[in-house]
């Protein structure tokens, strides 16, 4: 167990729809990091917050948004779904404003758009 | 864009015998970081190399660093059926310090 808790671990959803993807980080980490793991593509970095504050952008879609809260944890927004957006979507959490030493992934959110 | 090819992309071989993967790219990396992922699972972090031709033993698992810091391998000598899964490569730069996975190595020990 990484001590990072994603849900929900399983979402069908219909195309055009939209869902909220939440990510609780471990105790005490600061940042957040939203991938993204479809078949061809492997892992894609979308986005990272640290402490509430937006500190990194990948190859995040203009229908997808993110937000760190208060307390810490994040939602991944996503919307006007399509088939493509099919994939699954890892949280990870880090105390410091990198990944370069140590990062805990959470188990994902494997997302169906049908 | 900094890439991570790795290969071979498929490799499956007998329990007992050993392995070399490897993580290539054009680009520099202040450190580069080893993931296994098993289905249904996140990636878990093996190691963490940072120093040109740094070499890092776990267990029955080899990480070398190579020197110019652009590509690394992962050995593993007398594979079991637990080493199973998804090896992933994954680098970092100061100052943009997310981390860039490479595609990854599936790999299948048979029992």
């Known amino acids: 167990d990484s001590g990072v808790t994603q849900t929900p671990k399983h979402l069908i959803t219909a195309t055009g729809q939209r869902v909220t993807l939440r990510c609780s980080p471990r105790?005490?980490?600061?940042?957040v990091y939203w991938y993204q793991q479809s078949l061809d593509q492997g892992l894609q970095f979308l986005i990272q917050?640290?402490?509430?504050?937006?500190?990194a952008k990948g190859n995040i879609l203009e229908r997808f948004s993110a937000q760190q809260f208060p307390d810490l944890h994040s939602e991944l927004n996503l919307s006007s779904l399509e088939l493509g957006d099919s994939a699954l979507y890892f949280c990870?959490?880090?105390?410091?404003?990198?990944?370069?030493?140590?990062?805990?992934f959470g188990q994902g959110t494997r997302l169906t758009v049908v | 864009t900094q890439l991570l090819e790795q290969s071979p992309q498929f490799l499956s071989i007998q329990e007992g015998e050993n392995l070399t993967v490897y993580c290539n790219s054009s680009?520099?990396?202040?450190?580069l970081q080893w993931y296994r992922q098993e289905p249904g699972e996140g990636p878990v972090l093996l190691v963490t190399?940072?120093?040109?031709?740094e070499v890092k033993k776990l267990k029955r698992l080899t990480f070398q660093f190579g020197d110019a810091r652009k590509d690394s391998s992962l050995h593993i000598t007398a594979a079991q059926p637990g080493d199973t899964g998804l090896y992933l490569c994954?680098?970092?730069?100061?100052?943009?310090?997310?981390?860039?996975f490479g595609t990854g190595t599936r790999l299948t020990i048979i029992p």
């Open positions: 990870a959490s880090s105390l410091l404003d990198s990944m370069n030493t140590e990062a805990f």
């Open positions: 105790s005490g980490d600061l940042s």
């Open positions: 917050y640290y402490n509430g504050e937006e500190r």
């Open positions: 680009s520099v990396f202040s450190s």
């Open positions: 190399v940072v120093t040109g031709g």
């Open positions: 994954a680098g970092s730069n100061f100052g943009n310090e997310k981390l860039t």
